[in-house]
């Protein structure tokens, strides 16, 4: 059977001596056909809770940061953050030789540094610019200086007066920065601080924050894990190996016991999936307390990783 979510269904509906689906019916499923599709996604939520950090669910992330913004968003399926890869590239041009950021916790953050976040004010361009304007209109210039300059990337920008809601007066490209063309909606902001963040740290909602908060648009870099994808579509394919489909099929299988209430049929196959899972931990993760012995006798069953 093909590896995707009909195929993973109708080998549970199989061992379940159930009527299979089609390509054509699937959407249609009626019944215990429904818990057998329902399973299938069980199985494979249940495989991504019991370890954050499979290698079929990690994620580099590359991002620009905005200059005199401490907290960030982390994407949006990110079901864990490694916090110790967090680094800042090398850049020549902005003076960064590349850093690696060490870790501090939100309470370390709020007695010692959060202090910074009153030293921003900001808003963002309404309408873009290109390199010579020497007014810049933004949604509102409350907050800042009469005269000074601002941040927009990784261009210093001095001015001499404000409106409302302009900047005048502008001379581009100041304190050895590059005038550049900027769009619509993008971050201007006038700081005191600021600098290359050497600390990170993880916020009460699950995001993070950087300390000092960045003077230009530095790339940050670092690790993350997926959430499981839930399949949907009939052709939908799992992003855990095809090498391990029969640990989701075996949970799916466990999980479809469940649901007609046959307790013993539900803790055999609940026992097979988890000596699967075993067995994706032994192979997939390089961590000792899972490494118990070179003999996997399941491997003939699950398949085998090259390099193992």
């Not at 329902?38 to 494979?44: E, K, L, M, S």
């Not at 370390?108 to 390199?131: A, F, H, K």
């Not at 809601?165 to 100041?174: K, Q």
Request: proline fraction near 3%; charged fraction near 15%.
């Amino acid at each position: 059977m093909a590896y995707d979510y009909l195929g993973l269904t109708n080998e549970v509906i199989a061992r379940m001596n159930e009527v299979s689906l089609t390509a054509a019916n699937f959407t249609s499923a009626r019944g215990f056909q429904i818990q057998c599709q329902n399973a299938v996604n069980d199985a494979i939520n249940y495989i991504n809770q019991r370890e954050f950090g499979w290698s079929f669910t990690h994620q580099t992330q590359t991002e620009t940061l905005v200059p005199g913004t401490t907290r960030y968003t982390a994407p949006a399926s990110t079901q864990s953050i490694d916090y110790d890869s967090f680094r800042i590239s090398k850049n020549s041009n902005l003076a960064s030789a590349g850093v690696t950021l060490r870790i501090i916790d939100y309470k370390e953050y709020t007695q010692r540094y959060i202090v910074q976040e009153n030293d921003v004010v900001s808003t963002t361009l309404n309408g873009g610019i290109n390199n010579t304007v020497t007014t810049i209109t933004v949604v509102s210039t409350a907050g800042f200086d009469a005269a000074g300059s601002i941040q927009i990337a990784n261009e210093t920008i001095t001015y001499t007066g404000t409106t409302n809601t302009t900047f005048t007066g502008c001379i581009r490209g100041t304190a050895g920065t590059t005038a550049a063309a900027h769009n619509t909606g993008v971050n201007v902001a006038q700081f005191t601080t600021g600098g290359i963040p050497s600390l990170v740290f993880r916020t009460p909602d699950n995001n993070f924050g950087l300390y000092p908060y960045p003077n230009k648009g530095y790339e940050l870099v670092y690790e993350y894990f997926d959430r499981p994808t839930i399949l949907v579509a009939a052709t939908d394919v799992p992003t855990i190996p095809e090498q391990f489909r029969q640990v989701i099929v075996d949970g799916a299988t466990a999980y479809s016991y469940q649901y007609r209430g046959e307790a013993q049929q539900y803790g055999l196959n609940f026992s097979r999936f988890e000596e699967g899972i075993k067995q994706m931990q032994t192979l997939l993760l390089n961590r000792a307390d899972y490494i118990r012995s070179t003999y996997i006798p399941a491997v003939q069953r699950y398949g085998n990783i090259a390099g193992y």
